[in-house]
Nanobody, 115 residues
Framework: QVQLVESRGGLVQSGGSLRLSCVVS????????MGWYRQAPGKQRELVAR???????NYADSVKGRFTISRDNAKKTVTLQMNSLKPEDTAVYYC?????????WGQGTQVTVSS
C-alpha cells in the first residue's frame, strides 16, 4: 500500500522561500507520476507541478519560474522548492502519486505567505 507523508509547511514572508518534501512508503514504479497540488480556502484543488520518472516536469502558469519540482526514486521522495513566494500561494499543499488510474494523496501541509 502506498502512503505519502509531506514535510511540515510553515509561515513565510512574501518573497521568501520554502521547501516541501514528500516521502513515499511502498514501491515506486517507472510509470508513476509524482506531483504537488494545492487547495486554498474556498477554491478547488489545483495542480502546482508534476514530474515523470524521466524527469519531465510541468507547472501551473502561476508558479512557473518560481517553483521547481524534483524526485529521487532511490530515496522515494518528491520535493517542491518554492521561491519568490506570494500571498496567493497560501494554501494546503498535497503530495500526490498517480499510477495508472489510481491516485494517492498525502495528508496535506499548510503553507502561509504573509504580505
Amino acid at each position: 500500500q502506498v502512503q505519502l507523508v509531506e514535510s511540515r509547511g510553515g509561515l513565510v514572508q512574501s518573497g521568501g522561500s520554502l521547501r516541501l518534501s514528500c516521502v513515499v512508503s511502498g514501491s515506486i514504479f517507472g510509470i508513476d507520476i509524482m506531483g504537488w497540488y494545492r487547495q486554498a480556502p474556498g477554491k478547488q484543488r489545483e495542480l502546482v507541478a508534476r514530474i515523470t520518472n524521466g524527469g519531465s516536469a510541468n507547472y501551473a502558469d502561476s508558479v512557473k519560474g518560481r517553483f521547481t519540482i524534483s524526485r529521487d526514486n532511490a530515496k522515494k521522495t518528491v520535493t517542491l522548492q518554492m521561491n519568490s513566494l506570494k500571498p496567493e500561494d497560501t494554501a494546503v499543499y498535497y503530495c500526490s502519486l498517480s499510477r495508472f488510474r489510481q491516485d494517492y494523496w498525502g495528508q496535506g501541509t499548510q503553507v502561509t505567505v504573509s504580505s
